[in-house]
T-cell receptor, first 110, second 111 residues
Framework: NAGVTQTPKFRVLKTGQSMTLLCAQD?????MYWYRQDPGMGLRLIHY???????AKGEVPDGYNVSRLKKQNFLLGLESAAPSQTSVYFC?????????FGPGTRLTVL | GEDVEQSLFLSVREGDSSVINCTYT??????LYWYKQEPGAGLQLLTY?????DMKQDQRLTVLLNKKDKHLSLRIADTQTGDSAIYFC???????????FGGGTRLMVKP
């Protein structure tokens, strides 16, 4: 099993550009999550999904959208990137309790 | 919402025990997790404890939970240089089992 994978690993955007981050898991987990991690801080939940076709807002959802069209994939979209969205983004999946994390995507918005 | 507090930094000598502390506010947390993050890497699950337990031991790791004081600790016995990392406390539970992370404790192990 590859576990949780994230694409891309690094990305630099200009303000106003859009992009989509992809998270994939091959463990047949129901739950999936998107977090951001800023320097010196813990992870903050952006959005999450408790099953295919469902999404819900987390602690810091503004400026982001998500979709879970397939059980194994959870997409995070930035429609109009802002410098405040410069961060490291982590995806996680869970069967119901323990969350397993991907390696992260480092995003810089200039 | 839940608040989770951790001290920022801990320095120990190789071979000593390390104790990392965490306090939280939501008494309804069902599971309480400890994750480890090495530089430039994702989060690695270390261990967790159910809220109805007081203690859990897993090889060099001991987790203590004081529900009354909402205090969680992680003890690492015989700390090694490879244990140098940031450690995050994360209580969770409820619908979707959302986790709330503390700010992390940076553990530095000196040879």
């Amino acid at each position: 099993n590859a576990g949780v994978t994230q694409t891309p690993k690094f990305r630099v955007l200009k303000t106003g550009q859009s992009m989509t981050l992809l998270c994939a898991q091959d463990m047949n987990h129901e739950y999936m999550y998107w977090y951001r991690q800023d320097p010196g801080m813990g992870l903050r939940l952006i959005h999450y999904s408790v099953g295919e076709g469902t999404t819900a807002k987390g602690e810091v959802p503004d400026g982001y959208n998500v979709s879970r069209l397939k059980k194994q994939n959870f997409l995070l979209g930035l429609e109009s990137a802002a410098p405040s969205q410069t961060s490291v983004y982590f995806c996680a999946s869970s069967p119901s309790d323990t969350q397993y994390f991907g390696p992260g995507t480092r995003l810089t918005v200039l | 919402g839940e608040d989770v507090e951790q001290s920022l930094f801990l320095s120990v000598r190789e071979g000593d025990s390390s104790v990392i502390n965490c306090t939280y506010t939501d008494s309804s947390s069902t599971y309480l997790y400890w994750y480890k993050q090495e530089p430039g890497a994702g989060l690695q699950l270390l261990t967790y404890i159910f809220s109805n337990m007081d203690m859990k031991q897993d090889q060099r790791l001991t987790v203590l939970l004081n529900k009354k004081d909402k205090h969680l600790s992680l003890r690492i016995a015989d700390t090694q240089t490879g244990d140098s990392a940031i450690y995050f406390c994360a209580p969770g539970g409820g619908a979707g089992n959302m986790l709330t992370f503390g700010g992390g404790t940076r553990l530095m192990v000196k040879p």
